[in-house]
């Protein structure tokens, strides 16, 4: 059973427009907001939106603050408390350990009836406890983002709630325009809307939806928000294998949407993002025919084969993600949202050429470094003397050496197939003593005779009666 929301969209979502999802109006409480990804991003995205965390919990840790470059933020054991003490929000953001999201959830929706929107940062919540989250969301009338999500930002209001969008200054990576963009990975968000920026194209709402098992803000909502914010005149996509979210996504703008996942073909268990999963019908190939289903292109685009139609472009590489857009954006008669900033050419800061006489094509120009490491390298040049170049520390203590001919590593002489039969306590001495520890060779392992128990020492391969060899038989 879900509340119904708006129009007759068959999940219940709140707002009817992307501008809706981060506005100035927007007030926010964190849970574990002392918390060490939280401390760090947090007082980032306050100060970028004006002030709009009102309070944070940290059990235990009533009357502490978390200072930003606006002023303190007061911290409470729990949600109850801040708003006894007067405080109003409307949006929640999770970042607790696995086992808790769903419970920090639930003590959002129970005390808060404000309570509109919950972002959770937590990544790999259990199945169980997403469909719980589900369920509430879905029966109270809150819009959820998350799991393993870094929340929403909107350039247009300049508003970031959740995550560390656009990093420590949001307000380069997200210059205002009209490309809304949608990412199932939570630091591509970031790097999209750069390279966007690069080609002359700004964003409205950047979403990182998160790649959990559930997305509970997935491609189905984003679609039917885009289809009414008039400031987004397209979107770019960033999809991963797993789950049947954009299939089921119409699409009434262009899109330009980038695949990637091929190589977790042959997986048959989650890496990385618990959700991006292969090998069934949702996989990274089937995922490509479903976009160019929709686009009406037969293949991907590349700067070779650069085929796009007025509804969109695939692509399977980033880097290819600006052409394919202007491109796109070409067909519908719509010129980029500013010059451009610039392009992804490799722009080296410094060289060596070491005298070797270099092909053009590598001999690459060295330009001005952006602040600050331009001031950083020009105070290395003066530096009285050479910096010396980083060495490689392989086989440099002597300790482990690898045999050239059976590549069967040694350490301090014992080979590692040997020490692999060796108890815990004889390897525990060899690490700190340089000498296996606590050794009896069996009656048959030495040959001498001169002491009626030899014990074996790998310092002179022999017992410690005499200096003759032993040999293992």
């Known amino acids: 059973m ?53 309070f944070g919990t940290a059990p235990g840790k009533r009357g502490q603050v978390l200072e930003t470059a606006l002023g303190s933020v007061p911290v409470y054991n729990n949600v109850l408390e801040g708003l006894n ?38 990544e790999k919540l259990a199945v169980s406890d997403s469909r ?52 199932n990975s939570r630091n591509f968000t970031t790097t999209i809307a750069t390279y966007l920026r690069m080609a002359g194209w700004g964003t409205t709402t950047a979403i990182s939806s998160g790649k959990d098992v559930y997305i509970q803000f997935a491609a189905p909502e984003f679609a039917a928000a885009l289809a009414n914010d008039a400031r987004s005149k397209a979107a770019v996509l960033y999809v991963e294998p797993g789950g049947y979210y954009e299939l089921d996504a119409n699409f009434t703008k262009p899109v330009v949407a980038c695949v ?51 509804k969109g472009a695939l692509v399977t590489n980033i880097a290819h993600i600006p052409a394919a857009l202007t491109a796109v954006m070409r067909e519908n008669a719509c010129r980029p949202d500013f010059e451009p900033e ?65 590549q069967v590593t040694s350490l301090y002489g014992v080979s590692m197939l040997d020490a692999a039969q060796y108890p815990l306590e004889t390897n525990v001495s060899l690490a700190l003593l340089h000498e296996p520890g606590g050794m009896r060779p069996r009656a048959n392992q030495c040959r001498c005779e001169c002491v009626p128990e030899p014990v074996w020492t790998s310092r002179t391969r022999g017992c410690a009666g005499c200096a003759r060899c032993w040999e293992r038989t």
């Open 2 to 54: 879900y509340k119904q929301g708006i129009g007759d969209f068959k999940y219940f979502v709140e707002f009817s427009s992307l501008s809706q999802v981060a506005t100035k109006d927007d007030r926010v409480c964190v849970l574990n907001i002392l918390g060490g990804e939280s401390s760090d991003v947090t007082p980032v995205g306050h100060a970028y939106s004006g002030g709009n965390v009102v």
């Open 85 to 122: 003490d007067g405080h109003r929000f409307n949006c929640g953001v999770i970042y607790l350990p696995p086992s808790a999201a769903r419970d920090g959830v639930a003590e959002l929706i129970r005390v808060n009836p404000e309570l509109k929107k919950i972002f959770i940062v937590t």
């Open 132 to 183: 719980e989250i589900r369920a509430m969301g879905q029966s109270n009338g809150i819009d959820i983002f998350g799991g393993n999500s870094l929340g929403v930002a909107d350039a247009w209001n300049q508003v970031r709630i959740g995550g560390a969008l656009g990093g420590d200054n949001p307000e380069e990576a997200l210059r205002r325009g009209s490309i809304a963009l949608f990412s």
């Open 260 to 310: 990637v996942g091929r190589w977790k073909a042959k997986l048959t268990r989650a890496v990385g993002h618990a959700g991006a999963m292969s090998g069934g019908a949702d996989d990274a190939v089937s995922k490509e025919q479903w976009f160019l289903d929709k686009f009406g292109v037969s293949s991907v685009f590349t700067p070779d084969n650069p085929e796009v139609s007025a």
């Open 342 to 406: 610039g392009n992804l050419a490799l722009k080296p800061w410094f060289s060596s050429h070491r005298g070797l006489s270099l092909p053009k094509v590598l001999d690459l120009p060295v330009v001005q470094a952006a602040a600050p490491y331009d001031a950083q390298i020009a105070a290395l040049d003066k530096q009285v003397g050479a910096v010396p170049p980083r060495q490689s520390m392989k086989d440099a203590s002597g300790a482990s050496q690898m045999d050239p001919k059976s």
